[in-house]
C-alpha cells in the first residue's frame, strides 16, 4: 500500500505509546487537551532521520512522515476521550470497571468512528471546502521540516527541562505545588500553579481563550470566596454545556446557510457521505475503501457496536438502535466543528447523546458514564483526525493508508488510554479525580455531575442559556466555563503562558514565526507528564515489591 511502510508503522506505534499516555496525563492534571498533532509531526521527523533515512525523494519521506503522525494523533485522540469520561466512574463512587470493559468500549467507539472517516472523509475533505485550520498548519510544519534538528534539540531539550523540574517538584518536594506569595484567601487557593505543563497550554492557545479563561477563573474564586464550591461548580459546568450546545448550533446554522447558498451548484440528489465514493478531489487521491467492502463493513460494524452495547453495557434494544442513530449525527457535528471552528467538544457531545437516550430509556449511573466513554471516543477519533486527513490532503497520502493508520493508533489509544487510568487509581486511590483532588478531570467532573445531580439546578440552566447564547453569537468563550470551574491557580497559571506568548511575540517574532515557541510548549507538556506517568509506574512497582 502506497506510504504505508513497516518503519512508519513501528515509529508510529512507539510515538502512540508514549503520547497516549501523555495525553492522558495532561487532560486529567489540567482539564484540556491541546492538538498533538505538531508534536507528534516533529517527534515522527526526528525518529526518521534518526534511523539514517535520509530524502532523496522529499515527498516520500513527508508522506511516510505523515502515515506514522496519523497514528500519533488517533492514539491520542482516543485515549483523551477516555480521560474526558472515565474518571465520572471514580468521582461518582461507582463501582471500578474491569481494564478490559474501559478497553473494549474504547474500541467499540474507534470502530464507529473509523467507519464514520471511511463514509465521510470525502465529504468533508474534497468538497466542503473547510478550512480545519490544524491540519494545515501541521501540513505546513511537515514541509518545513526539521532541517539541521533545531527543532528537534528545543522539544527534547524542553521536554527534558520539564521532566526535571517536575522531580524537583514531586519527587525531591523542593518546589512548591502552589506559589500563593503568603496570600490566603478563605475557600479557595489562591496563587501560581508552579507547572511548566500549565505555562505551555497557555502559550499553546489563542491569547484571546486564555483572557476568557482567567476571567472565568476570577469569576469562579469570587463564587468560591463568596457562595462556595457548589456554586461555583454549577456555574461552571452550566457554562461548559451551553457553550458546546452554542458552538453546535451556531455550526448547523452556518451550515445550513451554506447548502442553501450553494444548492444550485450541487448535483441533484448529492447524499451526506457519498463524497468517498464519488470523489471529485485533487489529482492522486483515492476513495478509503472500495464500494463491496464499505458495503459490507457497515453492517458488520453495527452489529458488533450494537452487541457490546446490549450485552456489554446491558441497553435495551431500543435504546442501543437509538444510540448508533446519535452517534453518526455527532459524527457530523464533530467534524463539521473541528473543520469549521478548530474546536471539537467530545464529552458536550457525549452527554447529549446520554441525556437523550436517558429521556426514552432508563439508564444506570455505570451504563451512562460507559455509554458516555463510547461515544466520546467516536467523536473524538472522527473530528481531530480529519486534521490528519486535511494534512494528507495537502501533502498527498494515500487516504487507505492514513485510514489503516487511524485504526492502529486507535487501538494503541484505547489500551494505553485505559492503561493508565487504572494506574494512576492503584497508586493514588480512586478519589485521586475530581475538583480539588490530584488529578482535576474537569470533562469527567462534567459527565458525573450530569449524570449523578447538578448542586444548584436554576444556575445550571441560566449559565447554560447563558453560553448558549454567546457561543451561537460566535464569541470566542469556549474556555469560559472551564475558568470557573477549575482552581484560580491553574487559571493564573495558563494566563502566565498566555502573557510569554505575547512578550515572545514582541521580543522575538522570528522565533514564534519559526514555531520554535510551539516547539518549547510540546516539550514542556510532554516532559512533564511523561514523568508523571513514569513516577506512578515506580510507586506503583515499589509498592508491588513493599507487599
Known sequence: MQNFTLRGVVIGAICALVISASSVYIALKLGALPWPIFFAVLL???????????????????????????IVTSASMVAGGLAFTVPALYILGLKTPSFATVSLCAIVGVMLGALACALYRGYFIERSKLPYPIGLGAARTLRAGDEGGHKAHLLFGSAAFAALFAFLRDGLGLIPSVINFGIKVPNALFGIYASPMSLAMGFLIAPTAALVWLGGGLAGLVCDVCWGKDVATSLGIGLMIGVGIGIIARMLYLFCRRRLGAWRHRRSGAAWGSGNLREAGSAGQSQILPRPVLVALIPLVLLLAGLWLGFGLKLELGAVLMVLVLVFLVFLMSAQATGQAGMNPMEVFAVIVVLSVGLIWQLGQLQAVLLAAVVAVAAGLTGDVFNDYKLGAEVGIAPRAQWCSQLIGGLIGALVGAAVIVLLTQVYGSACFGSGHSFIAAQ????????????????????????????????????????????????????????????????????????????????????????????????????????
Open 44 to 70: 515522527v521527523l526526528f525518529l526518521l532521520k534518526a534511523l539514517g533515512k535520509r530524502r532523496r525523494a522529499r515527498g516520500a519521506s513527508i508522506e511516510e512522515a505523515g502515515v506514522s503522525t496519523t
Open 444 to 547: 469527567a467532573g462534567v459527565v458525573a455531575t450530569m449524570i449523578g445531580g447538578i448542586p444548584n439546578l436554576a444556575l445550571f440552566l441560566g449559565a447554560a442559556l447563558l453560553g448558549l447564547i454567546l457561543a451561537a453569537a460566535g464569541a470566542p468563550v469556549m474556555t469560559l466555563g472551564l475558568g470557573v470551574y477549575l482552581p484560580f491557580y491553574m487559571s493564573l497559571s495558563v494566563a502566565l503562558g498566555a502573557g510569554a506568548h505575547w512578550l515572545t511575540k514582541k521580543l522575538a517574532p522570528r522565533f514564534l514565526a519559526r514555531e520554535g515557541g510551539t516547539v518549547v510548549a510540546s516539550g514542556l507538556l510532554a516532559g512533564e507528564s511523561i514523568f508523571g506517568i513514569l513516577a506512578a509506574l515506580v510507586l506503583l512497582v515499589s509498592g508491588a515489591f513493599a507487599a
